[in-house]
């Protein structure tokens, strides 16, 4: 099979790279190991879409298209998204936009000629096949193409430490009317501490309690927390060994809830994310890199593709403060822009990478890995490759400034 661009991965990147991709005239295969698409917005029950950035482009596409069928409510900070609903829109999208999905596929390798990804090779219920390209986007969260042709990267801090990861789950049958005040709440989970009873990071004990949505039915109640650290999710040992941990977690906490809070009494789980929450693995090496300067000094580019306003979010297991947010944000109103550079991995040619593996410090990177920075640098990642394709060029050859151009002109907050 053949095609002029293969994106592998259906999350955030991968699906606004697909889109943008096939709606600029390339002909788009899009492959998915699950059986929807939208990422950590469906799969990991992470139903909401920060306002953090610009929410131009195929971002607003997708929110007002949630919202004309009921499955968005929009604040002045958040999009809260029902995660069924996004399931079909963000398929709905891909189709229109004449995207070739194919689900419960992995990338399981890549082809190189030389230095340039000429093919991604699959692993699915027909066995392994190849995809061939003229261009390969890396939207799989963990660089795997990058690092499977050899793209240097870096991973983790200077200790190899990884940020936390979470496993999202759904509550019903809550009566909260019945819930304890917060800090009731949270005396009683720190005693249980203690006494061994739960095992919760102390900075987010108040998560337990769990959250109110806008967009969910009465009695229900959304949980987000970091649950585990040491887990390297580009590793499959590990990253197996983190979803049994997490998921025992998920029931021991229900049961907490239930024996010591009357108003968990009569809840039920409803909903386990199909996958953790991970944070960060790779980072490929770029042309450029996104800096910790880049965000707190809210840098604008020639050639940005992209923009970002949220802080250095690092889970790490410090409490973060008003003080410690404010240290490491982007000035009051303002915004970052990412350059195209970040997107180009810097030794590797027939490929792009979109998502959270871009070129970044670990810092920066805990600002752009938001759901709504990473499909919007799909967006930029897909147009590219489809403007690469047209023109027989690799995307070290396209100019930055041309790729911000076009994409203002379709529509993207730059």
């Excluded at 991968?14 to 699950?34: H, K």
């Excluded at 229109?96 to 190189?112: D, R, S, Y």
């Excluded at 822009?337 to 810097?346: Q, S, T």
């Amino acid at each position: 099979m053949t095609y002029d661009v293969v994106v592998a991965g259906g999350g955030p990147a991968g699906f606004g790279a697909a889109v943008a991709s096939a709606r600029n005239s390339a002909r788009v295969l899009l492959i998915e190991g699950t059986n929807c698409l939208g990422g950590m917005l469906t799969n990991g029950l992470v139903g909401m879409i920060r306002t953090a950035g610009e929410r131009g482009g195929i971002v607003r596409e997708l929110i007002d298209r949630l919202i004309a069928v009921g499955g968005a409510s929009e604040t002045a900070t958040h999009v809260y998204v029902a995660p069924g609903v996004a399931r079909t829109v963000t398929l709905e999208m891909a189709l229109e936009a004449g995207v070739k999905v194919l689900f419960h596929t992995m990338a399981a390798g890549v082809e190189i000629d030389g230095q340039t990804v000429r093919a991604v090779r699959l692993a699915n219920k027909g066995g392994i096949q190849s995809a061939h390209c003229g261009i390969a986007i890396d939207a799989t969260g963990d660089g795997d193409l990058a690092a499977w042709a050899g793209a240097p990267f870096a991973k983790g801090g200077d200790d190899g430490r990884l940020q936390a990861v979470s496993l999202n789950f759904d509550l019903a049958g809550v009566d909260l009317d019945k819930r304890p005040p917060l800090e009731e709440f949270k005396r009683i989970c720190a005693d249980a501490l203690r006494r061994g009873e739960i095992d919760l990071p102390p900075p987010h004990q108040t998560l337990a309690y769990g959250f109110v949505r806008p967009i969910d039915p009465p009695g229900y109640l959304h949980f987000q927390y970091d649950m585990a650290f040491g887990i390297d999710a580009s590793n499959a040992l590990s990253l197996s060994e983190g979803e049994i941990l997490c998921h025992r977690k998920v029931l021991r906490i229900w049961e907490f809830l239930r024996n010591r809070f009357s108003a968990y009494r009569n809840s039920v789980v409803v909903n386990v994310a199909n996958y953790l929450g991970v944070r960060e693995t790779r980072r490929i090496e770029g042309l450029q890199r996104l800096e910790e300067a880049d965000i707190l000094e809210a840098r604008k580019h020639p050639d940005g593709i992209a923009r970002g306003s949220w802080y250095m979010d690092v889970h790490d297991g410090i409490q973060k403060t008003p003080q410690y947010k404010k240290a490491l944000s982007v000035p009051e109103n303002d915004y970052y822009e990412i350059p195209y550079g970040c997107l180009v991995p810097r030794t590797v040619d027939g490929l792009l990478v979109a998502g959270r593996c871009i070129s970044s410090t670990r810092m920066a990177n805990g600002s752009l890995r938001l759901q709504i920075t990473c499909m919007n640098l799909g967006q930029a990642a897909g147009t590219a490759a489809a403007v690469c394709v047209q023109r027989g060029i690799s995307p070290r050859q396209m100019r930055g400034a041309d790729l911000r151009d076009l994409l203002k002109r379709n529509g993207m907050d730059l």
